[in-house]
Every structure is written in C-alpha cells, then in structure tokens.
C-alpha cells in the first residue's frame, strides 16, 4: 500500500455512475440506510435529491447529532506567507498577481499566533502559498515547536510535501495536514492551474495519503466550488475520503467546501455553485460518512452559517483574516479571498450558543502528542 | 538396546535402528505423521536414512480433526 | 468469488473437522457442505492407537487444509505450532488461536498479534481467531494476517451472533477478508453473518454434532449462499430512527 495507489475515476466515468442512481427512489433508499455506499451518495447528490433536501438535512442533521453531540469546533487560520511559485486562476497569491508580497518573519508569526490565542482561540491553521524557498519545512518546524505547548491544536495548508517532511512536522508538535485537490476534474484542473508544481494532479492527490502514513492526526481534503460540477466533484471526494478511511484507520479526516469567492484577478467561477447546492453537498457526504469532519469557513456568510449550524458541519472558522500579518495589522492587504462572515469569534461563539450548540476551542492537546513513541513507550509507568 | 524417548514414553530399540524402521515397528504409517528428533524437524526423504542416536527425543505429529 | 491471499474459493463456507463421530461421517458431511477449505489440528501420534489417521479420508486436492495453532497459550507456542504445521505439509495457511482461558477458550489478542507479526516474517498465510475487536482486527490486518477471523460468540457455544454490533465494524472497516468464527449454532447464524457482509464464515461444532452432520452440512452451505445472495442483492434496510415524512429540519435562511 502507498499513497500513490489511490486514483479517481475519470469525470465521464463518474457522470455515469451518477446517472445510475439518479431516480428519487435511489435517494429514498439512500436515506433509509444505516449506512450508504458510493452509489447512495450518488444518489444524493444528483438533481433527484434537489427535491428532497428537507429530507437530506434532517437525516444530516440526526447523523451529526449522534456522532458529534451539540458541538461546533472553532479554529482561525493564520496566513504566514503569500508568495506562490503556482499560477492558479483562482487565487489571489497566485505569482502573476500584483498584491503585496510578504512572508512573516518566525516573531511575527508568533505574535500573531499570541493575538488569536488572546482571543481565545486554541485550534490555529498555519496557511501559506506554495515557496518553499521562502516558508519551508524548517520554518514550519521552528514554528510549531515554539507554538506547540500553547495550542491544542495545530493545522496546516500549506504547498503538499513528502511523507518524512510531515513525519518531522507531526514530531515538531503539527497535529493536521489540509490539502485540497480543489477539483478531481484533470481536465479543468488543467486549465486553471497554468504554472507550477501544483500542477501535477497526481501529485497533489496523494498528498493526503502521505500526510496520513506520516502519523498525523488528521487530515482534510476539498475541492473548490466553482471549477467544475460540484456532483461529481462532491461523489470524487466520497471515494477519497473512503479510500483514506480504509488505508489510513488511524488518521481522522475532514472535509472542506470552499466556494470561490472574490479575490485579486477577477476570476469568475467556471460553474456556479448556490447555497442549496453547497447544502445539498455537506448533507450527502455527512449521510456517506458520519465520522467525518466537515469544515464551514468565512468564506460563507454568517445567516448561511448560522442556519447551517447543527445540520451537518463540525468545525468554523471565526474572525478570519487571509492577509499574512493581518491580525496584528489589520491595515494590510494582500489577502488571498475577501471573507463573507465579518464577526468576530466572540460573536461567532455566542450566535453558536444561541442556537443551543457549544463552540469548543479544543478537542487536544498538542503538547500530549508524543513526539518520538519509542521513548514514550520505554519511559516508566507512571 | 538403547533408550529413547518418543512422545514422553521411554522405548527401548536396538543400535542402528532408522526412523523408518521405528515408526514401521509403531505401526505407524511415514506418510501420515511428521517427525521432530531433539527438537529439529526431519525431513520426509531422511525418515530412511537417519539412525536414531542414543538417548533421541521424538515426537511424533500429525493432523487430527479440529475446528 | 471470495479472494484469500490470491487464492479463489467458489464456496464461502470453511468447514472444520473436529468432534465427528467418525472419519466416514465426516468425509461426507464435508463433501455434502461444497467447503473447499477445512481446518485440521496437530496432536501427536496417539501411541496406543498409532494407526488411527482420520485425516487420510480427506483428499487433500479437494479441501485445502487449513492447520489450526489450538491448544496454544501463547505466541511463542502458537509458534511453535505453526512451524511444525508448515513441516508437517500443511503448507503456508493457517488459523492462528491462541486460548489461554481453558474454560472459554477465548482469544488472547496480545499474543495473537504478537504472533501474526512473527508468522507473516515467516511467510505463513495468517488467518487469526480474534475477539470481535475492530481495532485488533486493523491491528491483525497492518501486521500482514491475510483475513480476521471474528467470533460470533464463543467456540462450541451455538449462541450465534452476539458480536454482530463490532463485527459490523469490522466488515465495515477492514481491507481484508472478514471470516466468522465460532458460535454459529444454527443456519440462520450463517445467514446473518452473511447478510451483513462477512466474506465468510466457519463452522464445525455445529454440523459435527448435529443429529445427522451431512444434512446439517448441506443446510449450512444453502444459508451461506441465500445470505450472500441477500447482501449482493441489497436489503431493505430497518429504520434505525424515525423519520418524519415531513421533516421540520429549517432550511429557510438559505438564498
């Protein structure tokens, strides 16, 4: 078994396979299930479910209930860097765009990691572009090392690495790795990234596969919304997170639905993708798997977010700022997407509690995780 | 007569005696068991040829029903 | 066609061969049940009755002999045992048990996976009897074994399927074959662990010691085959919940 083994069928090939299973009585067995295979989320996500999403979001809804109890986890990003070697159609650091340029210093890292700390936030995703000449392994290492007794949780999204570089981060105190395929589509991941290593599809699909041989605790995957036909976008990321689940036992997954927003480079989105339709996603892949985590950033506004709290997402972010160095200065620019959901994570937390949910700031602590078990195992009992 | 030991019981047998001869005189058929002589398995096409040493320890095994 | 080890077999009923009342109606029951894979014990040569071979009624290119390591305590005896087994001609498969507990006689899972790491290093075709553990049998399945063999209940107890919570994890789960083992006391057993998913399962007790084994046999195999039918087929499945028909789940703030 190695992480290169994984592979998605072709888009025609999946459209196929939807059609299959796209009759309102394939979407009623999928929703009478304990639990669904690849054709029942197929069922799910086809326009037959579009008539049924009620039905979706109160089976979602009962899943996430019994699986995650009335929580939400709470979590901010931290961008390091905006320098990008990719050319991706789609996003603001992409290397062609004019936008100011910067990678924090490790003491400015940390002192905005300080900021969201007072704020109160425990869960931090350390998000950079793809320059390792730039922001690489050692300045990763360095940084979660000096953050890693501080919060309980550290993610990051940052360029995908190899299997023995995340070893070392996972060591160095990173408990979860996030790397979006952004779309299973080759044909039109081919056409929106124009440059760079990212454009190695096959690549970047294993990536997830080698964060998780690694040891990390958790691993996110996504596609972005608006590149190609969320179905079978929303279906690839079902057999992803299956194959993973299957391989991986040991690593818990997450799954994000970022839809593209307005960035620098004024790309318009290829396909669109509506509220209902991004609904229509979280409830199937929450029905296909009830263990799942699923992510709801600012990307979305805060009535969309508020209404979809306890009908399937697990996990928000709060108080975002996508410009490296923004929480300290939030005068700058160079943001790489503008935010829909402007509230601070107080009031986030507090919309969250009115709705009868808990927001939890963590669910671990990174400084339990042990960094080499061969010595933690020969240590003396306690 | 020398000694050995096959299966926990002593039995006597004469010098220069083969496996072969030993298990033809147990009335037990060679193709139906498997034998370890002092803890080292034996080969079936060495049931003819080995001479049992002084002192051996056998043990005699074959497949019976289980579940 | 269920796959172990690159190896096919058309029927997904493995039979044992302990507690019949005789080599003759063993054959034939085993012949009646269409089990292509059999598991046999190692004992030595009863030297009172040294010509009392029960397993020469078997033809060994019909029924692949699957050695068990029973009566072993511990890794280093199940070990032990499966060298011996390998010397014996029982080539590289086999059912792995380690029962420390005589009254029970349930699985130790340490030793048990302590021993499959040794075994899989040895080249062996490893099958462990577990507990049904759905982490162990992830653990059994990284350290090489080559299917999990989880209990329904315990050896010889007939009480069915009263795992079927943590073996459904397990189907769910594992990469390898999921084989049930022990305490199918009846068909409908079979039919059950087969319905929810199990790629096979292994009966002996109850055939070798019912009224008359070769048509126990036969009633075995039929409900192997209806409850694998039943699983390809898709059941209908039971509501776990009910489901109001008109759901009062909001979805007005969506635009």
Redesign the interface.
């Known amino acids: 078994m190695t992480p290169e083994e994984f592979t998605i069928p072709d888009f025609a090939e999946l459209q196929r396979l939807m059609q299959r299973h796209c009759h309102t009585a394939d979407v009623q067995h999928a929703l009478k299930g304990d639990r669904i295979d690849i054709s029942g989320l197929a069922a799910l996500l086809s326009p037959a479910a579009e008539n049924l999403l009620p039905q979706l979001a109160a089976r979602s809804a009962r899943i996430t209930a019994r699986r995650f109890g009335r929580t939400i986890q709470i979590y901010a990003p931290l961008y390091l860097s905006n320098f990008c070697i990719n050319r991706c159609a789609y996003c603001g650091f992409s290397a062609g765009n004019k936008i100011d340029r910067r990678v924090l210093t490790l003491e400015e890292a940390e002192q905005e990691a300080m900021i969201l700390l007072g704020r109160g936030f425990k869960h931090i995703l350390l998000v950079a572009g793809e320059a390792p000449a730039r922001l690489g392994v050692d300045y990763l290492a360095e940084l979660a090392t000096r953050l890693c007794n501080r919060f309980a949780a550290i993610s990051i999204e940052v360029q995908p690495l190899e299997e023995d570089e995340y070893a070392r981060l996972f060591a160095a105190g990173i408990t979860s790795v996030a790397v979006y395929q952004e779309t299973y589509d080759r044909g039109i991941y081919a056409q929106v990234h124009h440059a760079g290593k990212k454009c190695d599809f096959d690549y970047r699909l294993a990536t997830p596969a080698r964060a998780a041989a690694a040891g990390m605790r958790e691993v996110g995957i996504g596609a972005l919304l608006g590149l190609a036909d969320w179905r079978l976008d929303g279906l690839a990321m079902g057999m992803h997170i299956a194959w993973l689940r299957k391989h991986y036992w040991r690593t818990a997954l997450t799954v994000s639905f970022p839809r593209l927003r307005p960035a620098e480079g004024g790309f318009q989105p290829l396909v669109k993708v509506n509220e209902r339709m991004l609904t229509q996603m979280i409830f199937a892949l929450r029905i296909f798997d009830p263990d799942v985590g699923l992510l709801l950033s600012t990307r979305e506004e805060a009535r969309f977010r508020d209404g979809m709290v306890g009908l399937g997402p697990t996990r928000y972010s709060a108080g975002s700022c996508t410009a490296p160095g923004g929480y300290a200065h939030p005068e700058l620019t160079g943001e790489q997407f503008s935010v829909g959901d402007h509230r601070s994570m107080q009031e986030v937390c507090a919309d969250i509690c009115q709705k009868g949910y808990d927001p939890v700031r963590k669910d671990w602590d990174a400084t339990f995780q042990i960094k080499d078990s061969g010595a933690a195992m020969s240590a003396p009992a306690l | 007569m020398m000694q050995i030991v096959c299966n926990d019981e002593k039995k006597e047998i004469r010098p220069e005696t083969t496996l072969i001869a030993f298990l033809s005189e147990l009335g037990v058929k060679p193709d139906t068991v498997f034998v370890e002589c002092n803890g080292v398995i034996i080969k079936r096409d060495e049931y003819e040829t080995l001479v049992l040493p002084e002192g051996a320890r056998l043990e005699l095994i074959r497949f019976v029903g289980g579940g | 066609m269920l796959t172990i080890a690159g190896r096919t077999f058309r029927s997904r009923l493995f039979g044992?061969?302990?507690?019949?009342s005789s080599p003759k109606v063993?054959k034939e029951a085993l012949d009646a049940s269409g089990c292509e894979m059999v598991?046999?014990?190692?004992?030595?040569?009863d030297?009172a009755n040294?010509?009392d071979?029960?397993?020469?009624v078997l033809d060994r290119k019909k029924f692949l002999?699957l050695?068990?390591t029973?009566g072993a305590r511990d890794a280093a005896e199940a070990v032990r045992l499966a060298?011996?087994?390998r010397?014996?001609?029982?080539g590289e498969w086999l059912k792995l048990e380690v029962t420390p507990d005589p009254r029970t006689l349930l699985p130790d899972p340490i030793e048990t996976l302590k021993a499959t790491e040794i075994l899989v290093k040895e080249g062996f075709i490893v099958l462990p009897y577990m507990n049904a553990d759905p982490v162990l049998a992830?653990r059994l399945q990284d350290a090489g074994a080559a299917a999990v063999m989880p209990l329904g209940s315990p050896?010889g107890t007939n009480q069915g399927i009263l795992t079927a919570f943590q073996i459904a994890i397990i189907i769910?789960?594992a990469?390898v074959p999921v084989v049930v083992d022990?305490g199918l006391g009846a068909p409908s057993h079979a039919a059950q662990a087969m319905e929810m998913g199990a790629d096979a399962v292994?009966v002996?007790?109850a055939i070798a010691v019912a009224g008359d084994p070769v048509r126990m046999a036969r009633a075995f195999a039929l409900a192997v085959e209806a409850g694998r039918e039943a699983y390809e087929a898709g059941l209908?499945?039971?509501?776990?919940?009910a489901?109001?028909s008109?759901?009062?789940?909001?979805?007005?703030?969506?635009?």
């Open positions: 044992g061969t302990g507690k019949f063993m598991t046999v014990a190692l004992r030595r040569v030297l040294p010509a071979d029960i397993m020469s002999f050695p068990n029973s060298r011996l087994a010397a014996a001609g029982g992830l050896i769910e789960q990469r022990a292994l002996n007790t209908g499945e039971r509501r776990e919940d489901a109001a008109s759901p009062e789940t909001g979805l007005d703030f969506l635009r």
